[in-house]
């Protein structure tokens, strides 16, 4: 008999709210992606996979990265995610 993993499971409205997020960064659509990052995150403060797309788009939008931001991406569980981001920040800056 072969094992199962347990997936995480979320509401469908998070997990179409994600991958909305996503579509609009994607497609290169920062400031909509941003916004609706933000607005997710009134409804879902804690989810961690919205805040990091947020933090990505705004830096595409040039916003500086804060304190606060670097900390929630190095403690998100996704490494390659946060070195994108503070990468981006980085390069945005000079």
């Known amino acids: 008999m072969r094992k199962t993993t ?3 499971t979320m509401p469908d ?8 997020v996503w579509g609009h960064l994607n497609a290169g659509q920062m400031e909509d992606a941003a916004q609706l990052a ?11 996979r919205l805040a990091v797309m ?3 788009a705004a830096v595409e939008l040039g916003e500086p990265l804060d304190a606060q931001t670097v900390s929630l991406l190095n403690e998100a569980g996704c490494e390659e995610w946060a070195r994108l981001v503070i990468r981006r920040a980085e390069e945005r800056t000079r």
């Open 6 to 8: 347990s997936r995480e």
């Open 54 to 56: 947020a933090a990505y």
């Open 38 to 48: 933000r607005g997710c995150l009134g409804i879902w403060p804690q989810e961690k």
């Open 13 to 20: 409205e998070l997990a179409i709210a994600i991958a909305l």
